[in-house]
């Protein structure tokens, strides 16, 4: 199982992430939007509060997409 390395705000709605077996990529998220908790991602000065755990990243309101949904994604 990979894990995320890295991320950075590359957007509104988007991460660019390094995984831990050195994939990167671009991934946008604003397909998660409108499923329930993620609606709060649409403010995008609450989407730069995104943190990453190494397994998932999360947002304070406990939104959370793991290092597998991105990844293959």
Do not use: R
């Amino acid at each position: 199982m990979n894990t995320i390395k890295n991320i950075q705000i590359a957007g509104e709605n988007s991460l660019f992430i390094e995984f831990s077996d050195g994939k990167t990529k671009l991934v946008d998220l604003k397909k998660y939007f409108n499923k329930g908790i993620f609606s709060q991602l649409k403010d995008p000065g609450y989407f730069q509060q995104v943190k990453n755990n190494g397994y998932f990243i999360a947002w304070p309101n406990d939104q959370e997409l793991s290092a597998d949904t991105l990844y293959y994604s």
